[in-house]
DNA sequence: GACAAATGATACTATTGTGGTATCATTATG
DNA sequence: CATAATGATACCACAATAGTATCATTTGTC
């Protein structure tokens, strides 16, 4: 099980190149530097762009640079883009036959994980991961 | 993300029921007591006789009774064996390409939610389960 | 203005993992 | 021997993930 997929996980490694460089930066150079399929990279891309995390420029020399400063980029935002907001847990049964979630041992220790979990992905930004591979 | 997919959480429960029961269980009286669908409960059964979780008795009157101690029983152990070995933290590169995981930040992060969410799954068995439930 | 080089929008496809079904063989009890 | 159970195994359906393809739009350069 994964707790990050291709498309946050290739989305991290993209913001992280835009951060290094000063000049706006294009898929073909991202390609190159990352070699990531370019059409996928793309639109993770426009998807950032959508969402704020990059700023897009258009037409000939355009390319993507940071939207935000690399220290109010987190993880977790990347990772509910891309995968929605983290829930490890989900009640198998429906709401009928589910013996009340709040009485339910096992989902009270896999909220208790959760929270955990959450925790400790909650102050990783852009810049702190950076700062880690100096 | 789920922490737990359904074949886990169906032999969880299975095995809970099986706990509660002196008496040999069949699949009809799970499938009537859990209402799980038939075959599937079948086929998770069957899995966990191989494994040792439950030991299994063919022929009229058969059915499952627990294989071990439900102190022994570890909700590791199901996870494990429906869903594989816990990694939370595999590189999306290809070994040649990545920067070597001892030094890529991100992959330090990860293994250690790993770690600290195996820590709390460590402990829970079937047992402290069903005394959560009283 | 035409062309080239970039992104925007969007729809489609392929692969894989999850959640099941179905079938036939085997074993035990009455 | 009939019946009621499990064993083994192969198959199928759906959803999520991963990736492709195409066309439209914008912008800089000659
Ligand atoms: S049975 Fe629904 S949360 Fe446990
Ligand atoms: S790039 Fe391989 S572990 Fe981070």
Chains 1, 2 share one sequence.
């Not at 991290?12 to 706006?24: D, E, G, P, S, W």
């Not at 150079?29 to 639109?43: D, S």
């Not at 994980?113 to 992905?121: A, C, F, G, P, S």
């Amino acid at each position: 099980m994964k707790l990050i997929t291709r498309d946050t996980d290739y989305a991290l490694r993209a913001v992280c190149f835009i951060v290094k460089n000063k000049k706006t930066v294009s898929v073909p150079e991202l390609v190159r530097e990352l070699n990531i399929p370019r059409p996928f990279l793309r639109k993770i891309l426009q998807v950032l762009s959508r969402k704020g995390i990059v700023r897009s420029f258009k037409g000939k020399g355009g390319g993507f640079t940071l939207g935000l400063p690399p220290e109010k980029i987190y993880l977790l935002d990347l990772l509910r883009i891309f995968q929605g907001p983290l829930k490890l847990n989900e009640c198998t049964l429906n709401k009928k036959r589910c013996p009340k979630i709040s009485n339910c041992p096992l989902s009270k220790k896999l909220s208790g994980i959760e929270k955990q979990v959450l925790r400790e992905l909650k102050p990783i930004t852009i810049a702190s991961l950076i700062k880690g591979m100096a």
